[in-house]
Nanobody
Framework: QVHLVESGGGLVQPGGSLRLDCVAS????????MAWYRQTPGKRRELVAT???????NYEDSVKGRFTISRDNAKHMVYLQMMRVNPEDMAVYYC??????????????WGRGTQVTVSS
């Protein structure tokens, strides 16, 4: 079993910054692609940013130039640095990972989410 746990959400003012962290733990041989998604009430979960194991990144258009995804393979962690946050960024942010387990299986895992609230 593998667990993803997000942290770092909270209240941020418009124009401010926030960093989200996610750590994977459990039966892990290797963590492959990792990503951040977000979801607001009544809307589908949307992809925010992805990062491969070797550090190649991709971003949703609205966050390009403002958000940065990074990772630490040794710690099984992924980060999302959010800059110049605006009200449209307010959502529950979810961590996602493709994991090669110690029992030689490939599974996708999700965290439970962390709320980001943008308000002055």
């Amino acid at each position: 079993q593998v667990h993803l746990v997000e942290s770092g959400g909270g209240l941020v003012q418009p124009g401010g910054s926030l960093r989200l962290d996610c750590v994977a733990s459990g039966d892990i041989f290797k963590v492959n692609d990792m990503a951040w998604y977000r979801q607001t009430p009544g809307k589908r979960r949307e992809l925010v940013a992805t990062i491969t194991r070797i550090g190649m990144t991709n971003y949703e258009d609205s966050v390009k130039g403002r958000f940065t995804i990074s990772r630490d393979n040794a710690k099984h962690m992924v980060y999302l640095q959010m800059m110049r946050v605006n009200p449209e960024d307010m959502a529950v942010y979810y961590c996602h990972a493709d994991v090669h387990t110690g029992t030689n299986h490939e599974f996708e895992y999700w965290g439970r989410g962390t709320q980001v609230t943008v308000s002055s």
